[in-house]
């Protein structure tokens, strides 16, 4: 049942916002652009748009002229070798035998074929398409993993927001809530921006359905109401019945029975009333089935009767005519035919084997001795070999295997050192050329009175709170993506924009900065707090072109040149303890970020670089 529903949403005028006169305008255009005697790939597109406007219409027999105009355009794209044109008529000719023919072997081979042009073309559109409507015929088929397989490679190739849409169904059928409701949110995304309200209805429609089997009715009640809503507008009742069934269940299961027969009954009545429309049994099978019960709960018998019996009949009717039963009947003739088949063979194999048996007789008797002889020296040298390559099998896994580790902890060793496209460039090439930068955020920090306070520790206090605030440096540039440079003594250089050269480098460093000096004020107050020594900072950042590369050839190391970072160092010297210093340079790079405060310093006097304009930078406290 969910199969056909599927077809009438995806193939209904409704859900694809076409008017009908709009159709039979366009319809009348194309036919007059239409020049029988012309053989051109614009003839063949000519063709390709009267297919699938006709695929559109309301009525079976006119849907039936799609066939006919895809047919017309693939003969003509393949004399004149057009193969675009062929593969969107062999598209087409897929879309009209799941659309009207409901045969899917048919429409998955023609699928195929058009798939394999388009892939050939490399035609993204098409091949996103195709894939669509495979996993459609998966979805129909009730094979919702490969449905979902499917629409994911037809996403991969196109944003088909048709394939977002189905993909959600068929995870509601899979019990994949959370991806379900991830994909439905993708395509009401879509659909809002789009201004699509047919689409949007059926999204809150079948969203609701889906809260409504995790029993969440308030969001079910929520988004079957935005549904209904959106197609009030509309002004066609119709399109009111599957609502109006769907929610009557939903009315059902809170025990709200007054109102579940209210919406039961009016869909019922709509349907019925609706001349030259296509009957929705599954409307009628769903109305019915709640109707009966929620008559059966007040105790009226005669009306639950009633019901009870449409709904038997209609969904009895329904599922004679199903397309999974024809699939079914078609795979079990197949089946008996195949077994037919066999029992064939085997009869005729018996009859030789009996009239072959006498004279085999003879043969085997001597064959056994010496086949059994030959088979036991066989198996004797095939387990020797056998023997032998498992043993140097263990003994090659386990060499691999101590490669593999080392392997590892030297490449872990390496990027602990280098920056990651340093690291693969030297492994690749066993060297590394130097890089010039346009734009790099140079830190530096060092504590104050370093020196003096470290007479305050041991030297192996001293190591290891020095340690402790190196660590959590390199934990803040790793979560800011700013790449450490060294460390000198208490001194610390860190830079920006060398793996990340996105816009916001400088920015990610400034943060970085703030959040080491939160660190050191902490761990400042935790340490007074105890009556232990700690340390207090000063942090500077300059921005500017630098070159970077490895110094040496043994025990070498990463680092930087360039006069943006002596800037860098002279403005961390010229900073306050507690604050974070910076230039001009990276002040007009930030200036008009949100959640920072400036203090102008004015013009500075730095060693060796004579006057220089600073400032202190710190977050805004109202957006913390």
Same mark, same amino acid.
């Not at 930030?590 to 004579?610: Q, Y």
């Given at each position: 049942?969910?199969?056909?529903?599927?077809?009438?949403?995806?193939?209904?005028?409704?859900?694809?916002?076409?008017?009908?006169?709009?159709?039979?305008?366009?319809?009348?255009?194309?036919?007059?652009?239409?020049?029988?005697?012309?053989?051109?790939?614009?003839?063949?597109?000519?063709?390709?748009?009267?297919?699938?406007?006709?695929?559109?219409?309301?009525?079976?027999?006119?849907?039936?002229?799609?066939?006919?105009?895809?047919?017309?355009?693939?003969?003509?794209?393949?004399?004149?070798?057009?193969?675009?044109?062929?593969?969107?008529?062999?598209?087409?000719?897929?879309?009209?035998?799941?659309?009207?023919?409901?045969?899917?072997?048919?429409?998955?081979?023609?699928?195929?074929?058009?798939?394999?042009?388009?892939?050939?073309?490399?035609?993204?559109?098409?091949?996103?398409?195709?894939?669509?409507?495979?996993?459609?015929?998966?979805?129909?088929?009730?094979?919702?993993?490969?449905?979902?397989?499917?629409?994911? %490679?037809? &996403? #991969?190739?196109?944003?088909? +927001?048709?394939?977002? *849409?189905? $993909?959600?169904? =068929?995870?509601?059928?899979? /019990?994949?809530?959370?991806?379900?409701?991830?994909?439905?949110?993708?395509?009401?995304?879509?659909?809002?921006?789009?201004?699509?309200?047919?689409?949007?209805?059926?999204?809150?429609?079948?969203?609701?359905? %889906?809260? &409504? #089997?995790?029993?969440?009715? +308030?969001?079910?009640? *929520?988004? $079957?109401?935005? =549904?209904?809503?959106?197609? /009030?507008?509309?002004?066609?009742?119709?399109?009111?019945?599957?609502?109006?069934?769907?929610?009557?269940?939903?009315?059902?299961?809170?025990?709200?029975?007054?109102?579940?027969?209210?919406?039961?009954?009016?869909?019922?009545?709509?349907?019925?009333?609706?001349?030259?429309?296509?009957?929705?049994?599954?409307?009628?099978?769903?109305?019915?089935?709640?109707?009966?019960?929620?008559?059966?709960?007040?105790?009226?018998?005669?009306?639950?009767?009633?019901?009870?019996?449409?709904?038997?009949?209609?969904?009895?009717?329904?599922?004679?005519?199903?397309?999974?039963?024809?699939?079914?009947?078609?795979?079990?003739?197949?089946?008996?035919?195949?077994?037919?088949?066999?029992?064939?063979?085997?009869?005729?194999?018996?009859?030789?084997?009996?009239?072959?048996?006498?004279?085999?007789?003879?043969?085997?008797?001597?064959?056994?001795?010496?086949?059994?002889?030959?088979?036991?020296?066989?198996?004797?040298?095939?387990?020797?070999?056998?023997?032998?390559?498992?043993?140097?099998?263990?003994?090659?896994?386990?060499?691999?295997?101590?490669?593999?580790?080392?392997?590892?902890?030297?490449?872990?060793?390496?990027?602990?050192?280098?920056?990651?496209?340093?690291?693969?460039?030297?492994?690749?090439?066993?060297?590394?050329?130097?890089?010039?930068?346009?734009?790099?955020?140079?830190?530096?920090?060092?504590?104050?009175?370093?020196?003096?306070?470290?007479?305050?520790?041991?030297?192996?206090?001293?190591?290891?709170?020095?340690?402790?605030?190196?660590?959590?440096?390199?934990?803040?540039?790793?979560?800011?993506?700013?790449?450490?440079?060294?460390?000198?003594?208490?001194?610390?250089?860190?830079?920006?924009?060398?793996?990340?050269?996105?816009?916001?480098?400088?920015?990610?460093?400034?943060?970085?900065?703030?959040?080491?000096?939160?660190?050191?004020?902490?761990?400042?107050?935790?340490?007074?707090?105890?009556?232990?020594?700690?340390?207090?900072?000063?942090?500077?950042?300059?921005?500017?072109?630098?070159?970077?590369?490895?110094?040496?050839?043994?025990?070498?190391?990463?680092?930087?040149?360039?006069?943006?970072?002596?800037?860098?160092?002279?403005?961390?010297?010229?900073?306050?303890?507690?604050?974070?210093?910076?230039?001009?340079?990276?002040?007009?790079?930030?200036?008009?970020?949100?959640?920072?405060?400036?203090?102008?310093?004015?013009?500075?006097?730095?060693?060796?670089?004579?006057?220089?304009?600073?400032?202190?930078?710190?977050?805004?406290?109202?957006?913390?």
């Amino acid at each position: 049942m969910r199969a056909i529903l599927l077809l009438l949403l995806l193939l209904s005028s409704a859900f694809f916002g076409y008017s009908q006169n709009r159709r039979i305008s366009e319809t009348d255009s194309l036919i007059n652009m239409l020049d029988v005697n012309e053989e051109t790939p614009a003839q063949v597109d000519i063709l390709i748009g009267l297919s699938d406007l006709f695929s559109k219409r309301a009525l079976v027999e006119e849907r039936d002229s799609s066939l006919l105009f895809s047919l017309k355009a693939k003969a003509l794209a393949e004399k004149i070798d057009y193969d675009l044109g062929v593969a969107e008529a062999l598209y087409d000719l897929g879309k009209y035998y799941v659309g009207v023919e409901n045969n899917p072997a048919e429409a998955t081979g023609y699928l195929l074929k058009s798939l394999e042009l388009f892939t050939e073309l490399n035609h993204k559109e098409g091949i996103s398409k195709s894939y669509m409507h495979l996993g459609l015929i998966s979805y129909m088929l009730e094979y919702y993993e490969d449905a979902v397989k499917n629409f994911h %490679l037809s &996403l #991969k190739y196109d944003n088909n +927001d048709i394939s977002i *849409y189905l $993909m959600a169904l =068929s995870y509601t059928e899979m /019990d994949s809530i959370r991806l379900a409701k991830e994909y439905f949110s993708k395509a009401i995304e879509i659909y809002t921006e789009r201004e699509s309200q047919y689409r949007l209805n059926e999204c809150y429609l079948y969203l609701g359905k %889906l809260y &409504l #089997k995790t029993s969440s009715l +308030d969001s079910a009640f *929520y988004y $079957m109401n935005k =549904s209904i809503g959106g197609r /009030d507008t509309i002004g066609d009742p119709f399109t009111l019945v599957r609502p109006y069934s769907f929610i009557a269940e939903v009315y059902l299961e809170s025990g709200v029975l007054d109102s579940a027969i209210y919406y039961g009954e009016s869909a019922l009545r709509m349907r019925n009333s609706e001349e030259g429309k296509s009957a929705d049994e599954l409307s009628t099978i769903q109305a019915a089935k709640v109707l009966s019960q929620a008559y059966a709960r007040k105790s009226n018998f005669e009306r639950a009767h009633f019901y009870l019996t449409m709904f038997n009949d209609v969904k009895d009717h329904f599922s004679s005519g199903s397309l999974k039963q024809r699939v079914a009947d078609m795979k079990s003739m197949f089946q008996f035919e195949q077994e037919m088949n066999l029992q064939k063979l085997s009869q005729e194999k018996d009859r030789e084997l009996a009239e072959a048996e006498i004279s085999t007789q003879r043969i085997i008797r001597n064959a056994v001795i010496v086949g059994s002889l030959l088979l036991l020296g066989l198996l004797i040298l095939v387990y020797n070999r056998y023997k032998i390559k498992r043993d140097s099998n263990v003994t090659l896994r386990r060499m691999n295997d101590v490669i593999s580790l080392e392997k590892q902890r030297s490449d872990d060793l390496l990027l602990n050192i280098l920056p990651e496209d340093v690291a693969e460039e030297l492994k690749s090439k066993g060297k590394s050329e130097a890089r010039e930068y346009d734009t790099v955020s140079i830190l530096f920090s060092d504590f104050k009175e370093f020196t003096r306070k470290s007479e305050w520790f041991t030297p192996k206090e001293l190591v290891a709170e020095i340690g402790t605030c190196f660590q959590a440096f390199d934990g803040i540039m790793e979560r800011f993506s700013v790449e450490k440079i060294k460390t000198i003594g208490d001194a610390y250089m860190a830079a920006g924009g060398l793996s990340d050269q996105s816009n916001r480098s400088i920015k990610k460093t400034v943060d970085a900065a703030l959040e080491m000096q939160h660190f050191i004020d902490s761990r400042k107050r935790e340490m007074d707090h105890k009556g232990l020594p700690a340390f207090e900072m000063r942090i500077g950042i300059h921005a500017g072109p630098v070159v970077a590369g490895i110094v040496g050839v043994k025990k070498f190391q990463y680092d930087l040149w360039g006069d943006t970072v002596n800037t860098a160092s002279r403005i961390e010297s010229s900073g306050e303890v507690g604050k974070v210093n910076i230039s001009k340079a990276v002040y007009d790079a930030i200036k008009e970020e949100e959640g920072f405060v400036f203090e102008s310093r004015g013009a500075i006097n730095a060693k060796g670089k004579g006057s220089v304009e600073m400032w202190f930078v710190s977050k805004n406290p109202i957006l913390e």
